[in-house]
C-alpha cells in the first residue's frame, strides 16, 4: 500500500510558476510515479511520468513547460511548472506504481491549480 499527499496547487496568473509535491508513505525506491490533471468536463490525463531509473515522459501540451523529479531520500516527487496557461487549470493527481507489481495503482487526492488570465 501507497498513500500520496499532494501539495502546492493554488491561484497563479498566467506565465507564473508552481511546484506540485507529491509525498508518499513509504519509500519510492521501486515505484514509478507520475502526474495526471483533470479539468472539468475533460477525462483524466497524463502530464508526466518517472520511473524508478529516473526515465521520464511528459505529455504533448507540456513542451518543454514542466519538469518532474523525484527525491528517494524524502519520498517525494515533483512538478515544476512554468509559463503557466489558463488551460492548465485542472486538478492534478499524483500516481504510484510498484514496479514488480503492474496491478498497483495509488492515487493521492489531488490539488487544485487554477491559473488566471
Known amino acids: 500500500q501507497v498513500h500520496l499527499v499532494e501539495s502546492g496547487g493554488g491561484l497563479v496568473q498566467a506565465g507564473g510558476s508552481l511546484r506540485l509535491s507529491c509525498a508518499a508513505s513509504r519509500s519510492i525506491f521501486s515505484i514509478n510515479l507520475g502526474w495526471y490533471r483533470q479539468a472539468p468536463g475533460k477525462q483524466r490525463e497524463l502530464v508526466a511520468t518517472?520511473?524508478?531509473?529516473?526515465?521520464?515522459n511528459y505529455g504533448d501540451f507540456v513542451k518543454g513547460r514542466f519538469t518532474i523529479s523525484r527525491d528517494t531520500a524524502k519520498n517525494t516527487v515533483y512538478l515544476q511548472m512554468n509559463s503557466l496557461k489558463p488551460e492548465d487549470t485542472a486538478v492534478y493527481y499524483c500516481n504510484a506504481r510498484i514496479i514488480w507489481d503492474p496491478r498497483t495503482d495509488y492515487w493521492g487526492q489531488g490539488t487544485q491549480v487554477t491559473v488566471s488570465s
Open positions: 518517472i520511473t524508478s531509473v529516473g526515465s521520464t
